[in-house]
């Protein structure tokens, strides 16, 4: 008998180690590759108050503002006007900033949530670059509490750093309010974030992120996955280049109005985590310096 359980756990390691290889060489045929920093030409102006067409500047420049807001927009006509009044209030009442303009870029084609941002990012003007949803679930006075977890992180090294908002103090809260399943679901999903990943962040999927201008540009000139896993990757790249990131407690509501479907996007979060780590592992994505758009 204890032969036979002794075959039965050989045979069943074999088989995940086959199973883990054969998901290896999926993941290194079929990576793609680094999304090519390309605008269309439509993607290089925006309109003015007048109407008339300005180039956009370009992240490479030297800043012209102490801060540029990045705020990704796709069917958000109820969500966004209420988060941008909101936005715009705060940073008319606050002299260190001051509401210069609202700059639409318009994509071509959908290049999913983390594509956005990029450009948006790569079109900004400030010497430092928050990224924040547009449904408002984080208040924007909150921007405060980031400033100060970055400035507690100096020095910077090569004036890179990050503070990423976070949920995580709230997880007792909305344990309580979801099924046991979405519970089970959010606790696997933040498992392989550790395992796979992202060290020492618990709260990576919080919209609400404030980057040094070196910083997003040497991790989002980096990034591959551009939809809803990119914050994952966009964490590990910085982990990998050793920028120093703050995790930062904020205020957040639920907003009706999220286009995730909990399983679904999950599951496909999930496979997201592991071929990253497999893509990364195996070569077939490799880290490099900077990159500029062309």
């Known amino acids: 008998m204890a032969l036979l359980l002794l075959q039965l756990a050989v045979l069943a390691a074999a088989l995940v180690a086959a199973a883990l290889v054969l998901i290896s060489i999926v993941a290194f045929i079929t990576a793609s590759k680094m999304p090519a920093l390309h605008q269309h030409e439509e993607e290089k102006f925006f309109l003015n108050a007048k109407g008339q067409k300005e180039t956009l500047p370009s992240i490479w420049d030297s800043p012209t503002k102490q801060l540029s807001v990045v705020v990704p927009s796709y069917n958000e006509e109820k969500r ?118 992202v060290k020492g962040i618990r709260d990576t999927q919080c919209g609400f992120k404030l980057f040094t201008r070196e910083a997003a540009s040497r991790t989002f000139s980096s990034l591959h996955i551009e939809r809803w896993a990119f914050d994952v990757e966009l964490l590990y790249i910085a982990q990998f280049f050793k920028i120093p990131i703050a995790e930062i407690a904020v205020n957040w509501t639920e907003i009706e109005g999220s286009k995730l479907v909990p399983f679904w996007s999950w599951l496909q979060m999930g496979k997201d985590l592991l071929f990253i780590r497999l893509r990364y592992l195996t070569g077939a994505w490799r880290l490099e310096q900077t990159r500029k758009m062309n």
């Open 80 to 197: 966004l006007p209420v988060m941008m009044d909101e936005a715009l209030g705060y940073l008319e009442k606050r002299q260190k900033y001051g509401s210069d303009k609202v700059r639409v870029v318009t994509l071509v084609k959908n290049r999913g949530k983390g594509g956005a941002i990029r450009m948006g990012i790569f079109s900004s003007r400030g010497e430092k670059i928050l990224m924040a949803d547009a449904d408002g679930a984080t208040k924007f006075p909150d921007i405060e509490k980031l400033e100060k977890g970055l400035k507690d992180l100096q020095p910077w090294p090569n004036q890179m750093a990050i503070a990423c908002g976070s949920r995580a103090h709230l997880e007792k809260e909305s344990i309580a309010q979801r099924s046991y399943f979405r519970t089970l679901l959010m606790y696997g999903f933040h498992f392989l974030v550790w395992f796979l990943c």
